[in-house]
């Protein structure tokens, strides 16, 4: 008798092929099993040697609807892509068993697959730490050097590194399915968004009622504490999640810097010392709120609230500056006390509608509006003494900041499959108002700097970006491939009130992108992708008005900044899903950064905001992630790269120079199951970095080992947890500016290194995960704290 072969492949709802699912062929005459087998890493099974007959397959996954069909065999079989539904319920009493993070290269994103894994448990943000190719320097998340735009559930996170530090701290790990790493985000997401990670959430199950409280306690050079609560309710139609958290906190940060000024026959005439110390004192209040209801099966009314409130954060800044003479002997100093009271409040909050219009398409509208407002005031004393001690002279003046600023984006998106194509299109049109001004007052002083300025400063910004895209994705065979392209018209204008002139700029940007990949075998995956990006000046930039931290030393905005664009390409090869290497390319153009010059002829230290001329990086990646054994789960990254930027040197003639470094970073993780039931876990971290580029100045070598433990008890109710970070205090580096005339640096320490204890308890239904979800929309990522 003849024997046929049965193919086909397993794919979810977005068309992701899903792996391990449950294969059964049956024989439709009397329901008898005749093979079984289940999905390969892209989704794909066969049946080898079957008879001719009929019969039907029944296929099963956990977390999805089962599904049927009837087939017969009279020759070989090439099944059409099998879609599995995501279930909408599932048992209470079903025990998952903990499994080892998967990693899935996808043509445009690495997919992170954590749920059920021993990386869930703890927060969110050390698991964002531990994900592949994300890098946290000093408390900010980078990919390649270039900070991470966070989304969840593909909406965008608009907050400071520090409030969305703050923000991930707070979230359970419990809740996340996946992380997504996009080091070349499609056309779908706005331009100026570069790397994304995206955090994917669990599906909500169960209906009923949840909720938690948390407190931690934190001992680094001074103690901090945060209490929080979190409750969540779900219907069969309404869903509402909400939580607070306090965090009362006491920091210290001290800094170590020198300038070393430089006369016209290239030899130091005066050498600056500064020992600087700032203790902040802050009570931060942050609240979240999420409704989700269901008018009907294809209908969907989402709500979103995040709102942080940090009243009365208070600096006290004080530092003391020793000049050497070219001999290195003292010649004077001076003290600078400064101190800093600062109110902010940030509330942002999203309209979303969701409908579908068919069994694979979807629209959705979305509205959004922030409204940031800081207020800040500002009292500077500064005192010089002679080599004696004793007092020379006295400089004071107090200063008061303000800045309001209000987003308003509406957006529209559809997708929908087009014979074999994934489709998706969709416009956005948003709009900013920032007004800041800036005053002086209670001046006493002869400062040089000080009397070439107006002492008060207003400045209005407005802009408004109206963008639309399109993309399309295909899957065939061994291929995957998907093109897009974004238009972004950009129309801006800024005033200041120290200037006659308006600066406004209006311009359209075409931005493409491309992604392809091949899958050679079960073992061995190729991929390209290509985009193009845009980075526009943060709002604060454009301010020409200046900062200063003292007479000698001060920060200032630039009108003329202009926006850049960027080229990414990026090569990847995969090895049995657990081998990745990455060969980037990425041309920055003329990226607008902060560079720091020495005014050698008059002794001044200044920031200024400037076009680079030229910015470019390459290097490889390399990730590794396996179970040594049964309970030892082991990553490894490596990196090493290039990294240069030319600028021109205004304190030197105005030359041309490329600051350029060859750098390496290394990052292992450990995860251990101390006990047999998994109640018990332990991680081992070490980050080293040998160098990198910020501005003009060259970052040194730094490294970080962080321990941690975590506990479950009462019946899995309430967890604790324990963590060492940064044992041997090691996690801040050096920064050094020198070249042609230029010989300055500083070496910032912050509190890295600390031991947290924690303590969670979860009531009501423990099986429930939530709707959480935070403010997207990537305006509110270009507001500076």
């Given at each position: 008798?003849?024997q ?5 492949r397993?794919?979810?709802e977005?068309n992701k092929?899903?792996?391990?699912c449950?294969?059964v062929l049956y024989?439709?005459?009397?329901s008898i099993y ?5 999905s390969e890493?892209?989704g794909k099974?066969s049946?080898?040697n ?5 019969y ?6 956990v ?8 087939l017969k065999a ?13 279930s909408s319920?599932e048992l209470?009493?079903?025990t998952?068993k903990?499994r080892?993070p998967?990693v ?16 869930s448990s ?7 730490k531990q994900t592949?190719g994300v890098i ?9 050097n270039t ?5 969840i559930n ?6 400071s590194?520090?409030e969305?530090q703050?923000?991930l701290?707070s979230?359970?790990a419990e809740n996340?399915?996946?992380i ?5 985000p499609s056309?779908?997401y ?5 790397p994304?990670?995206n955090i994917?959430?669990s599906?909500?199950?169960l ?5 938690a409280v ?6 680094a050079?001074?103690p ?5 609560t979190?409750?969540?309710y779900?219907?069969?139609k309404?869903n509402?999640?909400?939580n607070y958290?306090l965090?009362p906190?006491k920091?210290l940060?001290?800094?170590?810097s020198y300038?070393h ?7 130091v005439f005066?050498r ?5 110390y ?5 009570q931060d209040?942050?609240a979240?709120?999420?409704?989700d209801y ?15 409130f940090?009243?009365?954060l208070?600096d006290?800044n004080s ?5 050497f003479n070219a001999q290195?002997?003292?010649n004077?100093?001076?003290t600078t006390q400064?101190n800093?009271?600062?109110?902010l409040l940030?509330v942002?909050?999203?309209?979303g509608?969701e409908?579908?219009?068919g069994e694979n398409s979807?629209?959705?509208a979305?509205f959004?509006?922030?409204y ?5 005031e500002?009292?500077i004393l500064t005192e010089y003494f ?6 020379t ?6 200063t ?6 209000n987003?308003?984006t ?7 499959v087009?014979g074999k194509?994934n489709?998706?299109s969709?416009?956005?049109y948003?709009?900013?108002d920032?007004?800041s ?8 002083s002869?400062a ?7 002492l008060q400063n207003?400045?209005n910004?407005?802009?408004g970006?109206f963008?639309?895209?399109?993309s399309?994705?295909?899957?065939w065979?061994k291929w995957n491939?998907k093109?897009g392209?974004?238009?972004e018209n ?10 006659e002139?308006?600066i406004?700029?209006?311009?359209t940007?075409?931005f493409p992108s491309?992604y392809?990949?091949?899958q ?7 991929s390209?992708d290509?985009?193009?990006?845009i980075?526009?000046?943060n709002?604060?930039?454009l301010?020409?008005f200046?900062?200063?931290?003292n007479e ?6 630039n ?6 664009t960027s080229h990414?390409f ?6 049995k ?9 990425r041309?920055?153009g003329?990226?607008p950064?902060?560079?720091v010059?020495?005014?050698n002829?008059?002794q001044l230290l ?6 680079m001329?030229?910015s ?7 990730f590794?992630g ?5 309970w030892?789960?082991s990553?490894l990254i490596l990196?090493?790269f ?6 021109l040197a205004?304190?030197?003639n ?6 350029d ?8 993780y450990?995860?251990?199951?101390i006990?047999k039931?998994g ?7 070490f980050v080293?970095i040998?160098?990198?580029?910020s501005?003009s100045?060259?970052?040194g ?22 963590q060492v970070a ?9 920064l ?5 005339n ?5 070496y910032a320490l912050p ?18 995960t939530d709707?959480?979800?935070t ?5 509110r ?5």
């Open positions: 008798m003849a046929y072969t049965v193919e086909g397993i794919v979810d977005r092929a899903l792996s391990y449950n294969i024989r439709s005459a009397d005749v093979n079984g087998t289940f890493n892209d099974f049946f080898q079957i008879a001719p007959a009929a039907f397959i029944k296929v099963s996954f977390g999805f609807e089962e599904k049927m069909l009837p009279e020759n070989d079989i090439l099944l059409p892509d099998i879609v599995l539904k995501e319920s209470n009493e079903i998952i903990a080892k998967l899935q290269k996808l043509p445009d994103r690495l997919v992170f697959d954590i749920e059920n894994t021993s990386l703890g927060n969110t943000w050390n698991v964002l592949p946290v320097l000093q408390d900010e998340l980078k990919i390649r900070p991470a735009t966070v989304y593909d909406r965008k996170v608009y907050l590194a520090s969305l703050q923000l701290e979230y359970d996340i399915k996946q997504e790493v996009m080091t070349n056309a779908k706005d331009a100026a968004d570069g994304i990670i994917v959430t599906k909500m199950l209906p009923g009622y949840k909720g948390n407190t931690n306690y934190t001992q050079i001074f901090k504490y945060s209490f929080g979190s409750h969540f779900k219907s069969e309404l509402i999640y909400g958290s965090s906190s920091r940060k001290q800094d170590e300038i000024y430089i006369d016209e026959s290239d030899a005066s600056w010392h500064t020992d600087f700032r203790t902040s004192r802050t209040h942050q979240n709120f999420a409704l269901h008018v009907n099966e294809k209908q969907k009314l989402l709500v979103s609230a995040n709102t942080l940090s009243p009365q208070k006290q530092g003391v500056t020793n000049m290195n002997e003292l004077s100093l001076f400064s800093l009271q600062t109110d940030n942002a909050y999203d309209l509608y409908i579908k219009t979807r629209v959705s979305n959004h509006h922030t940031y407002e800081n207020e800040k500002q009292a002679d080599n004696n001690q004793s007092l002279n006295t400089n004071s003046f107090d008061e900041a303000y800045q309001k600023i987003i308003y509406g957006q529209l998106d559809f997708e929908t087009l194509y489709f998706a969709g416009f956005k948003s709009t900013i920032s007004y001004f800036l005053n002086f007052y209670n001046v006493e002869d040089s700097t000080l009397e070439e300025i107006d207003d400045f910004y407005d802009e970006v963008a639309a895209y399109s399309l994705e295909r899957a065979e491939a093109i392209l974004r238009v950009t129309d801006r204008v800024g005033v200041s009130s120290n200037s002139e308006e406004t700029r209006n311009y940007n075409l491309a392809l990949s091949y050679i075998s079960d073992q061995h995956q190729f390209f290509y985009g193009r990006k980075n526009r000046p709002y604060q930039n301010n020409p200046r900062y200063f931290i000698n030393s001060f920060q200032s905005g009108p003329n900044l202009i926006a850049s990414n990026n090569l990847n090869y995969t090895f899903d657990s081998y990745s290497f990455d060969f980037y390319f041309d920055n003329e990226n950064a902060e560079l010059f020495q005014d002829e008059n200044r920031a200024t905001q400037v076009n001329l030229a470019k990086s390459y290097g490889i990646d390399f590794h396996r179970s040594l054994k049964d030892w789960y990553q990196s090493a290039h990294e240069e930027e030319t600028f205004e304190e030197s105005s030359l041309e120079f490329t600051n470094v060859n750098g390496f970073y290394a990052y292992w450990n995860q251990f199951t006990t039931d109640t018990f876990t332990g991680d081992i971290s080293y040998s160098k990198m580029l501005g100045y060259q970052v070598e730094m490294h970080n080992l962080t321990l941690g433990l975590n506990k479950k008890i009462w019946k899995k109710k309430a967890e604790i947890s324990l940064d044992i041997f205090n090691k996690y801040a580096p050096v050094t500016s020198t070249y042609l230029q010989d300055n640096g500083y509190e890295n290194r600390y031991i947290r204890m924690g303590f969670k308890y979860n009531f009501g239904n423990s099986g429930l709707n959480s979800r403010i997207d929309h990537q305006e990522e270009r507001i500076e704290k």
